[in-house]
Every structure is written in C-alpha cells, then in structure tokens.
T-cell receptor, first 111, second 111 residues
Framework: SQTIHQWPATLVQPVGSPLSLECTVE??????LYWYRQAAGRGLQLLFY??????ISSEVPQNLSASRPQDRQFILSSKKLLLSDSGFYLC??????????FGSGTRLTVV | GQNIDQPTEMTATEGAIVQINCTYQ??????LFWYQQHAGEAPTFLSY????GLEEKGRFSSFLSRSKGYSYLLLKELQMKDSASYLC????????????FGAGTRLAVHP
C-alpha cells in the first residue's frame, strides 16, 4: 500500500538553530512531492515542490530550502530558524487524480 | 493569477444541514477539491469535482458550477465530529498538480 511518513511530529527549536524535516513515501515511484506550511489559523501555503530526484521548485523565497536526495525522500531544511518559521509543516504527494495525500505533519515552534 | 475564497467561520447545530461556499478565480481550471482538517491534524480528502453538478457521498455532497467559479460542500445530519476546518483547493494551472488552497472554513457544530 501507499503511505507517507513525516517526522518529527513536534519540534521546539531556538531562533538561529538549524532545521531538518524529513518525509518519505512508500509504495510508489517517482511521485510529485510537496512541502506546505500552515500558520496558526491560516490556510496552507505551498513552499516547495519536486517532480524528481534533485529537482526542486521554490514557491516562496524565504529562509527555507528543500532537497530530494532519493526518489521517495523529501527534506525541508533551514540553516538559521526565525520566529516567523513557526507553523505546521505538511508533506504531501500527488497520489492520484484525487489530489494529495498528506503526511501527519510537524508542528514547529521557534522560541 | 489564482484566488480561492471561502468564509472564515460557520456554526451549526447537531443534526442540521450546512453549506460551505467556495469561489475561485483561476486562469485555467483543473477541478475543485474539498478537504477536511481537524485541529492539529493533516487534511484528508473529501471530494473532487471537475464537471458541473452535484456529487454525493453519504452525508457529504459537493457541487460545482464552472461558469460561475463556484462550489459548495453540503454536510447533512451534522455530527459533533464534523467540527473541523474545510478547505477548498484547486490545481494551479501552471502544471505539476500544485494545489492552491483557500484559507479554510472553520465549522463548529453545537449540540
């Protein structure tokens, strides 16, 4: 079966520290992968998407970067976190004609 | 450009019917999705409309009018567990199935 894993579930990080969030997909090959962020009480903002290994497109210029070192692995990173990076980060893959399947999300609090 | 609008909040009574509206403006249309998101959780797929008309799925139905750029989600026989945010989304016409989300409608169901 096809599943998507995302970790960690929660993270509290100090300002200026680095960040690495990982997402992996099982049961499919060459998926389109996406990173979204959801600020408290707000909608989902598309951050990055990838259509293949090493291919990353950025939607919003900011303090974050993404990488896709393997076909089913998508990583969101930052070298130095800002307070404004706090939010709920969601990884998703384009599972079918029925939109996305989302990972369980990472709630990041930058303090 | 793309723009998706939906009401911020709605309240309803258990057992009642509620309609959540969504209007969209896109340079190309590739379907309209509805997702449900409980607090602190990832969104889950509810419905997908690409043709005009009503699609019924148990207690939930979704309607689309492409000429009016309008959709609604109809929830019948409301239950307390239906308290959640409902997100309207449409694929970006630029390709790669990038979903653009509305800000979501927070529905509170009261006894």
């Amino acid at each position: 079966s096809q599943t998507i894993h995302q970790w960690p579930a929660t993270l509290v990080q100090p300002v200026g520290s680095p960040l690495s969030l990982e997402c992996t997909v099982e049961g499919t090959s060459n998926p389109n992968l996406y990173w979204y962020r959801q600020a408290a009480g707000r909608g989902l903002q598309l951050l990055f998407y990838s259509v293949g290994i090493g291919q990353i497109s950025s939607e919003v210029p900011q303090n974050l970067s993404a990488s896709r070192p393997q076909d089913r692995q998508f990583i969101l990173s930052s070298k130095k976190l800002l307070l404004s990076d706090s939010g709920f980060y969601l990884c998703a893959w384009d599972s079918s004609n029925y939109g996305y399947t989302f990972g369980s999300g990472t709630r990041l609090t930058v303090v | 450009g793309q723009n998706i609008d939906q009401p911020t909040e709605m309240t309803a009574t258990e057992g009642a019917i509620v309609q959540i509206n969504c209007t969209y403006q896109t340079s190309g249309f590739n379907g309209l999705f509805w997702y449900q998101q409980h607090a602190g959780e990832a969104p889950t797929f509810l419905s997908y409309n690409v043709l005009d008309g009503l699609e019924e799925k148990g207690r939930f139905s979704s309607f689309l009018s492409r000429s009016k750029g309008y959709s609604y989600l109809l929830l019948k026989e409301l239950q307390m567990k239906d308290s959640a945010s409902y997100l309207c989304a449409s694929p970006f016409s630029g390709g790669y199935n990038k979903l653009i989300f509305g800000a979501g409608t927070r529905l509170a169901v009261h006894p």
